[in-house]
């Protein structure tokens, strides 16, 4: 069973803190307590990082050349309470030495489809969609 734990700090900011002991800060935006991340946004991250975690296994796995990897996620919320997320777009930005792009996109795809447990969760409530682009390294 995962756990973890969020402690208030001041204010409106926090620590979330998970069960190895490694901790992320939250808080509200703006100046008085933007120092740490909007929970919302972090959701977001955890999307990229999960499903990041999957495709450099699977594509290390499939002995392919990748030498970077980058995520931007972009969510759509609801205008109103508790603003839902509704759209999540992910474009992922390989680097690599000869990288198939049949390996690429297979990546993805069992990531979105059987590995990535956030995106599991996220894809129940709103519409997760991605493209991605290959840069060859010289």
């Known amino acids: 069973m995962a756990t973890a734990r969020v402690k208030w700090v001041e204010k ?13 800060v939250m808080s509200a935006a703006g ?11 972090l959701l977001l991250v955890a999307l990229g990082g999960c499903t990041a975690y999957d495709v450099v296994n699977i594509l290390t796995k499939k002995r392919q050349h990748l030498t970077g990897l980058e995520i931007e996620i972009t969510g759509e919320q ?6 839902t997320y509704r759209k999540v777009h992910l474009t992922y930005r390989l680097r690599g030495k000869g990288l198939s792009e049949k390996a690429v996109r297979d990546a993805i795809e069992l990531s979105k489809n059987k590995y990535c447990s956030v ?8 519409e997760i969609t991605y493209d991605y682009v290959i840069e060859e390294e010289q």
């Open 12 to 24: 409106l900011q926090f620590v979330g803190i998970d069960s190895t002991k490694h901790s992320v």
């Open 31 to 41: 100046e008085e307590n933007g120092i740490g991340m909007k929970p919302s946004e």
């Open 78 to 83: 609801e205008p109103d309470p508790p603003w």
């Open 119 to 126: 995106g599991a969760t996220v894809g129940a409530a709103a």
